[in-house]
């Protein structure tokens, strides 16, 4: 359609479901993480892991917020006319220009280009907002007009940001994080935007999937360049064999709930959706610490073997402890059930102490415990 009046969709909508812009715009957000991914890889590798681990998530930061505030306004407004394509396709424009500032950002702490990148998202998703007050009325317009000023304000304070002085502008960054997470708690305290539940966690589940590929093909480049350079295959194959069973795991973890059963209120559906920083963090990171582990096998990485089991088994660990922490937990049933995912996240981090074959004794562990669940399950639904 040319141009529609956008209006609040019905939360109890039926066969909601994730449409091919979205889908779109996921995938080119992909670039972005790959990106993140792939300077932290090289931050690791070299031995930089303190300011690797901050720079990261700095600019992962950039690319889960931009992403997140769109998902959650599509669920409450799509009304997918011209005005509204042209608005996501103008985002997706945004997230590539912050792809290509993120080497800078992250070696050289020059944040101009993804400072810009980051406005290109921002501002569409601000005119969005006042198009969605324009069909609103009371708390709603009010919301949405809150939603539209909150975007203004933070975008100003990203491009003061650049002529802060250099040193200061990390710490500055943080001031500005807390800003952006402020806006949705202040904006919604008095009306809660039409979100779907079914269709966020249709989104985060989809995007979750996307990322966890990302972690697959990255790695898998990783181990086809090392065979090819040094033609390790025998010491390649542990890490492969683990890297694949901690990602099919990691899958399996995610999707083992229906969470959209939680999310009802902003009570709920905030501390979830912000949680899911650390999930998406850490399963794309899982990816970058399987590359650095390569690297270190063909002594490429100039790290000790602990520090390279680390950068698997950190985020591995992450991972499952927030899985379990955001919406596992609401369905276990019993003790044994409740300690499943936080022991395993336990023992997976003790794997970084293995030596050679941690990443296999990660992705072991990652399968038993998904073995332990299902028969946790099949024994709490028959009854024993």
């Known amino acids: 359609m040319t141009y529609v009046p956008m209006a609040a969709r019905d939360r109890e909508e039926s066969h909601r479901a994730s449409t091919p ?27 930089h892991v303190g300011s690797g681990v901050s720079g990261y998530l700095f600019v992962f930061f950039g690319v889960w917020w931009a992403w997140m505030n769109f998902t959650w306004f599509a669920s409450a407004y799509d009304v997918d006319d011209v005005p509204y394509r042209v608005a996501t396709l103008v985002q997706i424009s945004g997230v590539l220009i912050y792809s290509a500032g993120i080497p800078r950002a992250f070696n050289d702490n020059d944040w101009t280009i993804a400072v810009i990148g980051y406005v290109v998202m921002r501002l569409p998703l601000t005119v969005q907002w006042l198009r969605a007050a324009a069909g609103e009325q009371g708390a709603a317009r009010r919301c949405a007009l809150t939603y539209a000023v909150g975007l203004v304000v933070c975008q100003a304070a990203w491009v003061s940001l650049l002529a802060a002085p250099e040193h200061s502008r990390r710490w500055l960054f943080l001031v500005c994080v807390a800003a952006e997470l402020m806006v949705p708690v202040v904006a919604e305290r008095g009306h809660q935007t039409q979100w779907h539940p079914h269709h966020i966690a249709e989104r985060y589940g989809l995007f979750t999937i996307i990322v966890l590929g990302e972690t697959i093909a990255a790695s898998t480049v990783a181990v086809q360049s090392a065979i090819d350079e040094h033609e390790a295959l025998g010491e390649l194959l542990p890490i492969a064999a683990g890297g694949l069973l901690l990602v099919f795991a990691a899958w399996w973890i995610y999707f083992a709930v229906p969470v959209h059963d939680r999310l009802r209120t902003n009570r709920e559906a905030i501390p979830w959706g912000y949680g899911h920083y650390v999930i998406f963090a850490a399963a794309a990171a899982i990816g970058a610490g399987i590359e650095v582990a390569i690297e270190h096998t063909v002594g490429k990485a100039h790290v000790s073997q602990l520090t390279a089991n680390l950068a698997v088994c950190v985020p591995a660990a992450l991972y499952l402890a927030f899985v379990w922490l955001l919406h596992s937990r609401h369905f276990k049933r019993g003790a044994a059930q409740q300690l499943t995912l936080p022991v395993s996240a336990a023992v997976i981090l003790a794997c970084a102490w293995t030596g050679t074959h941690a990443v296999l004794w990660t992705g072991l562990v990652a399968a038993a415990t998904v073995a332990l669940g299902v028969t946790l399950a099949d024994r709490e639904r028959s009854g024993a």
Do not use: K, N, T
């Open 21 to 47: 812009l979205e889908l779109f715009f996921d995938l080119c957000f992909v670039v972005a993480v790959a990106q993140a991914g792939r300077q932290l890889v090289h931050a690791l590798a070299e031995g």
